[in-house]
DNA sequence: TAGCGATATATCCACTTGTACATATCGCTG
DNA sequence: CAGCGATATGTACAAGTGGATATATCGCTA
């Protein structure tokens, strides 16, 4: 008899609510730093397969609920533009990646006492 | 000055998927544990304010991934019919909910650090 | 045997979400 | 000063989601 012919996986997400409304999780932080790699909106919305406009409306609502703007961004210039990810969007970063890393950590062990 | 005039919530959420395909999360365990509490899928959907369409689809979906049907249904009979929670569909409420709650004390003790 | 109540299922429509496309604006640079 | 490249913004369209509605089916019960 075979064992399984299904996997069965754990998943786990967690992401920062402002009062509410939907402020910072996977996806925002997987955009944070493909602008820190690039510099760019567009080409990290690009290199993410995701339209700019639907980067830039998330950008918008990270500022408008943060302490402080995580991204800077510049119009006109000598490469038509950019943006920058402030110290702040840095740190809130780094700080969601680890909370992120010790959440998996403990589903990973979790996972072998479920056999459901 | 003020500490904070915006209150910052951390979210936590996990689920059971089967070969990719979402099966077993929050919102099915409460379904669950109101089917339980009615011995009704219309009724349970009724009181989370659920269409009985919706109600009856995730159930569909839970029975086809698990090993063993987590609900049966019955039509007809002295009340019309009726859904019952198998024992696998009991245990895999009780598990899940336990790993939830271990999960949210993480997160719990983990809120206290991120000051961002 | 007619009726009740719940399961089972299809169809139609409103809403949400995201994409595609178009356009305006800005500031450096040749 | 014209052009480039990126930000900034609107509009219109496609797709998926869920709700409302209608109907068929079933088995006990009066």
Known sequence: MK????????????WLEVNGI?????GRVDLLEKIIEFGSISKAAQSMNMS???????IEEIN???????VIARKGGHAGGGAEVTQAGILAVRSFKRLNKKISLLVGKESEL???
């Open 22 to 26: 939907k402020f910072f999780g996977p």
């Open 3 to 14: 064992r399984t012919n299904k996997s069965v996986e754990i998943h786990v997400r967690c």
């Open 52 to 58: 700019y406009k639907k980067a830039w409306g998330m």
């Open 64 to 70: 408008a609920l943060a302490r402080t703007p995580f």
């Open 114 to 116: 479920l056999k459901l």
